[in-house]
């Protein structure tokens, strides 16, 4: 089992950037692919980005060139740095982890074995 914790969320202006991180443990689990998904309100949960543990990676073509995705094997631990918020950014943000063995960095939801709680990141006009 594995517990996932997220921080770094908060309120911000359009422009501006913002460091989520998201924490693994527990016992016994492997981090093949971790990533991040967002909620805003109304829609449906989307992916956003994910990284494999090899260190290959994958993006939502909206955040793509302005968010980046990274992560510490050591310390199981997986960051999104967000540059150049847009009001449209504005979401829950919630951590994934899929520890069953893959060779891709999935972007479904249902291929992901464990959540976070979630962080909010409001971007302000």
């Known amino acids: 089992q594995a517990q996932l914790v997220e921080s770094g969320g908060g309120l911000v202006q359009a422009g501006d950037s913002l460091r989520l991180s998201c924490a693994a443990s527990?016992?016994?689990?492997?981090?093949?692919?971790m990533g991040w998904f967002r909620q805003a309100p109304g829609k449906e949960r989307e992916f956003v980005a994910g990284i494999h543990y090899s260190g290959v990676t994958n993006y939502a073509s909206s955040v793509k060139g302005r968010f980046t995705i990274s992560r510490d094997n050591a310390k199981n631990t997986v960051y999104l740095q967000m540059n150049s918020l847009k009001r449209e950014d504005t979401a829950v943000y919630s951590c994934a982890l899929r520890s069953r063995y893959t060779s891709t960095v999935t972007t479904l939801l249902d291929e992901f074995d464990y959540w976070g709680q979630g962080t909010q990141v409001t971007v302000s006009s």
């Open positions: 527990g016992r016994t689990f492997s981090t093949y692919v």
